[in-house]
């Protein structure tokens, strides 16, 4: 073909072959990201929208979300103190649980990874997956004996049962993922291997844990049977508080949303501030080398 044919060819504002699968690729991706976005977004639209209703507007089909909102749901809520001592209490068992979990599940991981404990790991795997449920009844013997049930210590040590596998679990990959050659050149400068993890290792791994121990509040603060066996009217937290506004005759469905939704901020709030280490824990943690 002569130069001044492909010109022509050029100049006719043909799409390029594979041009249109590609549009049509993203349009398709776009589309089922905006279904899946709206499948999760609607029930929390709902929950946020009825808590500024009264039970009659809940329960009524035609009202939607144009309505005239009240406060009253919330101050009921709050005035009633339903919602703010529980919410003391998961704060507590969550920060507390999180923070000895991460403190023994970290050093841990680091030393599964690092010296290749492949039946530790099995080990960890089996505890991960084992169901908490079945363990409620031996415990609660345990618990009852020892004179703890009702007490916080009791809730933070069943969350750190589910809490310290978890975080052992992730941070194994993490670790695994590192160079080893950083720790390696800190022990040719005169460091022990403890002393290379807690000076070069451990600040590397400062998305892995952020996302772990994160993970593992989220569950502390979600967690409603082992509140419900173990907890009790002094210490209970947000998920039992949550059902006591249902009873055999009714629910206080404004109440109960109202609640749910000022429960959902703290979440909200650390999945958010943490968003950076989030996204750089999951996919550093996710590769390896």
């Not at 403190?103 to 169901?131: D, Y």
Request: positive net charge.
């Amino acid at each position: 073909m002569s130069p001044t044919a492909a010109s022509s060819v050029r100049n006719t504002g043909a799409p390029a072959p594979g041009r249109r699968p590609r549009r049509y690729g993203s349009w398709l991706r776009g589309t089922a990201i905006a279904a899946v976005t709206l499948v999760f977004a609607l029930p929390v639209v709902w929950m946020f929208a009825a808590a500024f209703k009264t039970n009659v507007q809940v329960t009524d089909p035609t009202v939607g979300l144009w309505f005239s909102p009240t406060l009253d749901n919330f101050r009921n809520v709050l005035d009633t103190g339903q919602i703010l001592r529980p919410m003391g209490n998961s704060l507590l068992v969550g920060v507390v649980s999180t923070v000895l979990s991460a403190l023994i599940a970290v050093p841990a991981a680091w030393a599964v990874g690092r010296f290749r404990m492949r039946r530790t790991g099995s080990l960890i795997l089996v505890a991960r997956i084992v169901p908490a449920v079945s363990l409620l009844v031996p415990w609660y013997y345990l618990f009852a004996r020892a004179g703890l049930v009702g007490s916080y210590t009791v809730l933070i040590l069943s969350h750190m049962f589910v809490s310290v596998p978890l975080i052992l679990w992730i941070m194994i990959s993490f670790f695994e993922g590192l160079p080893v050659e950083l720790e390696e050149a800190a022990r040719t400068d005169g460091l022990s291997a403890f002393g290379a993890f807690w000076r070069i290792t451990l600040p590397l791994a400062a998305p892995g844990t952020a996302t772990a121990s994160l993970l593992a509040f989220v569950f502390s603060w979600n967690n409603f049977m082992f509140a419900l066996i173990f907890a009790d009217e002094r210490t209970q937290t947000v998920p039992v508080a949550l059902f006591n506004f249902i009873s055999y005759a009714s629910t206080d469905w404004g109440g109960l949303m109202a609640a749910a939704g000022l429960i959902t901020v703290p979440v909200v709030l650390a999945a958010v501030l943490g968003q950076k280490y989030l996204v750089a824990g999951l996919t550093s943690g996710a590769s390896k080398g």
